[in-house]
């Protein structure tokens, strides 16, 4: 049974840094590409980052470009979102969600996370 599971959300003032992790179980990492994903009240989700099995490769929205790292650790199936200078327009339920890289690219998935909650704000 496939699952996903976020923690490391919370509140953070603006500028600061959180790290969300995404345990996975119920597949590996080698096979499936992982994605980030955030949507905020009243908004459309949108990808924020997915990061490739085979080779590693990393794709980013432009509105995190240079303040986020996707990274992942497959000796413990996990996946990583590390954000940094974080901005109030961060503030959003953030997921993680597997699927072949073509699916996440698009913006789709076939299997998510719960979600974790982050608030940036003063």
């Known amino acids: 049974q496939v699952q996903l599971v976020e923690s490391g959300g919370g509140l953070v003032q603006p500028g600061g840094s959180l790290r969300l992790s995404c345990a996975a179980s119920?597949?590996?990492?080698?096979?499936?590409?992982i994605g980030w994903f955030r949507q905020a009240p009243g908004k459309e989700r949108e990808g924020v980052s997915c990061i490739s099995s085979k080779d590693g490769s990393t794709y980013y929205a432009d509105s995190v470009k240079g303040r986020f790292t996707i990274s992942r650790d497959n000796a413990k199936n996990t996946v990583y979102l590390q954000m940094n200078s974080l901005k109030p327009e961060d503030t959003a339920v953030y997921y993680c969600?597997?699927?072949?890289?073509?699916?996440?690219?698009?913006?789709?998935?076939?299997?998510w996370g719960q979600g974790t909650q982050v608030t940036v704000s003063s």
């Open positions: 119920g597949f590996t990492l080698d096979y499936y590409a």
């Open positions: 969600a597997t699927d072949q890289l073509e699916a996440l690219v698009a913006g789709t998935a076939k299997y």
